[in-house]
Nanobody, 116 residues
């Protein structure tokens, strides 16, 4: 399956910001949907944000107003701008892509840790 590569994770204090990036391993590849899931220890993986080729976006209620997903024109790169981070945002964030969420292509995950 197509490999997705994430970057931008790290550790921040509550109220801080991070920007995650995800790119497909094939430069010519495009997806109908790209988005981000996250998974905290002992928790189920949940959809955080998604964007379609039409530009339509979806967000988990817990991140609305704080996170912004965007997609490059090439349609093989997606970003997640995370502002006003909270400790409960701490998780491994996974890039995901395909026809619709959950897509069949996944990144390896990038750790986001938010400290109080």
């Amino acid at each position: 399956q197509v490999q997705l590569v994430e970057s931008g994770g790290g550790s921040v204090q509550a109220g801080g910001s991070l920007r995650l990036s995800c790119a497909a391993s094939r430069s010519s590849l495009s997806f109908n949907y790209m988005g981000w899931y996250r998974q905290a220890p002992g928790e189920q993986r949940e959809l955080v944000a998604a964007v379609s080729t039409s530009g339509s976006t979806q967000y988990a209620n817990s991140v609305k107003g704080r996170f912004t997903i965007s997609r490059a024109s090439a349609k093989n790169t997606v970003y997640l701008q995370m502002d006003s981070l909270k400790p409960e945002d701490t998780a491994v964030y996974y890039c995901n892509a395909g026809l619709e969420p959950p897509g069949r292509s996944w990144g390896q995950g990038t750790q986001v840790t938010v400290s109080s």
